[in-house]
């Protein structure tokens, strides 16, 4: 960035959660509790909340959201997504990925600072019971220079963080297999759902040693986000930054400036309560997940000092460079427009999706066959995917046959099981047999309608050919 400070070393090392000598430098972040951390409080536990609530709501008798994997379905709010729903996944798909890429665009890594489950629950959840368990910040920095790591409030806190651990696995696992399923299988023995167990162990595992051991590494060295956002920001997108034009050059105390001297007074809060350890004043980088924990803190130095606050905020390269600032850009334009037929793509789909799914196959022996009376016989298989919440009786019914002159005599209708019943989310296939005379065909062939309803007003017809013997004398059209 033209003007602003070169990157420089933070007490002789070259990463941020790296030693000199290779060691892990152990983050303790300083807490901030400014105006940001309390908007961001509030977002935290609404996300916290909507996270452990959502498996429980239902939305017309469905969960809000269900990713049935056994089944093969997925609900979103009342709607139900099958294998076949190929261009409402595409929709949907399309639509998370234009939306993050415009959002990123706009205001940088919003979505790291205020709704990544991975900030939210360490910030929010895990590091202040820790630091509960520590004594505090300075608690926590005393046991590590201690090397006090299994001390009983750290034993403690261990504990506490796997309990955290194993509620959230079993949340995570409800939006899989849905809260009855999950509730059965907790009053029974593990062993009568091995592969449900291993996964909540697993699970549980890796969130305990996420948020007990790897922490931030999980932005830094895991999350591909940080190196996406060179090529999804620009200079006019607005992020968390340095105002190196005010700041720079620093003062290091306030008794004795010089007149050229900058507002920044090189206190190193910034640094202290940064979750990746990293100096904001060293420009954009990628280690920044746009937490707003150093505007907090710089803002209340500033006060303190007698100083405009704003010396680190929400801002744009280009504005803190002196540019106007220029919401209409490329991406600004052309974002919106794709994410707008994407979601109107979608909502036209659903609008027209109907309740139930229809296939029409031909039989699986030869295309025909001729009875003992003479008669054409063909197998028609009706494949039939209930979308509705609850079992349906679908009725069928073979329509268009009494325009080829036939008797109602010489008309064989036979199915099976008729009205089909379907449980609600299943497909099943059953077969019918039409027989009619051969002089019902013109050129081997005689066009029907194949009509499919239920008692809640579904309908729905598929036209469909009947194969027979060519030379009839007598036929139709379709």
């Not at 415009?102 to 929010?124: D, H, I, K, M, N």
């Not at 007149?259 to 920044?264: R, S």
């Not at 036979?414 to 497909?427: I, M, R």
Request: with cysteine; proline share 6%; glycine share 8%.
């Amino acid at each position: 960035m033209s003007g602003q400070a070169a990157p420089q070393k933070v007490g002789g090392r070259v990463l941020p959660t790296l030693n000199e000598d290779g060691s892990r430098r152990w983050i303790r972040p300083k807490p901030s509790h400014g105006a940001w951390w309390h908007r961001r409080r509030v977002m935290a536990y609404a996300l916290m909340a909507i996270f452990f609530l959502a498996p429980h709501l239902r939305v017309f008798g469905k969960p809000v959201f269900l990713m049935d994997l056994p089944r093969r379905q997925f609900t979103l709010m009342g709607f139900t997504f099958l294998p076949t729903d190929t261009l409402l996944f595409m929709f949907v798909l399309g639509a998370i990925v234009v939306g993050i890429f415009l959002v990123t665009a706009l205001w940088g890594r919003a979505w790291c600072g205020w709704a990544c489950p991975q900030t939210v629950y360490l910030e929010f959840l895990f590091r202040p019971i820790g630091r509960w368990f520590d004594g505090g910040y300075t608690g926590s920095r005393n046991l590590d220079r201690k090397g006090a790591w299994f001390t009983p409030r750290r034993i403690a806190k261990y504990i506490t963080f796997f309990l955290l651990a194993l509620f959230v696995s079993h949340t995570f696992l409800a939006f899989f297999v849905g809260t009855d399923q999950l509730y059965q299988w907790m009053l029974h023995s593990p062993a009568a759902h091995p592969t449900a167990f291993a996964f909540v162990v697993i699970f549980t595992g890796i969130v305990w040693f996420n948020f007990t051991y790897f922490r931030e590494q999980t932005c830094l060295i895991v999350c591909p986000y940080g190196r996406w956002q060179a090529a999804l920001i620009d200079r006019q997108s607005t992020i968390v930054a340095y105002d190196y034009v005010r700041g720079e050059p620093r003062a290091h105390n306030t008794k004795d400036r010089s007149p050229d001297a900058g507002d920044c007074i090189d206190c190193g809060a910034c640094v202290q309560t940064c979750p990746t350890g990293i100096d904001i004043r060293n420009g954009l980088q990628m280690e920044c997940v746009h937490c707003t924990q150093c505007i907090d803190a710089c803002d209340d130095i500033m006060r303190k000092v007698g100083k405009p606050t704003g010396l680190i905020r929400y801002s744009s390269q280009d504005t803190i460079a002196g540019k106007p600032k220029q919401l209409l850009r490329l991406r600004t334009i052309l974002y919106p427009i794709v994410l707008t037929v994407l979601l109107g793509g979608l909502a036209l789909a659903l609008f027209l999706k109907q309740p139930a799914d229809l296939t029409v196959l031909r039989g699986l022996d030869g295309p025909f066959a001729t009875e003992s009376d003479g008669r054409i016989s063909n197998q028609i298989r009706i494949k039939l995917t209930n979308r509705r919440g609850e079992a349906m009786p679908y009725t069928i019914t073979v329509e268009g046959l009494e325009t080829a002159g036939l008797r109602p005599d010489e008309i064989t209708v036979v199915a099976p099981e008729n009205p089909l019943q379907v449980d609600a989310g299943a497909t099943r296939t059953t077969s019918i047999f039409v027989l009619i005379p051969a002089r019902a065909f013109t050129n081997g062939e005689r066009w029907v309608t194949i009509a499919v309803s239920d008692p809640r007003g579904y309908q729905e017809s598929v036209k469909y050919r009947l194969l027979g013997p060519t030379g009839a004398s007598a036929g139709g059209t379709p």
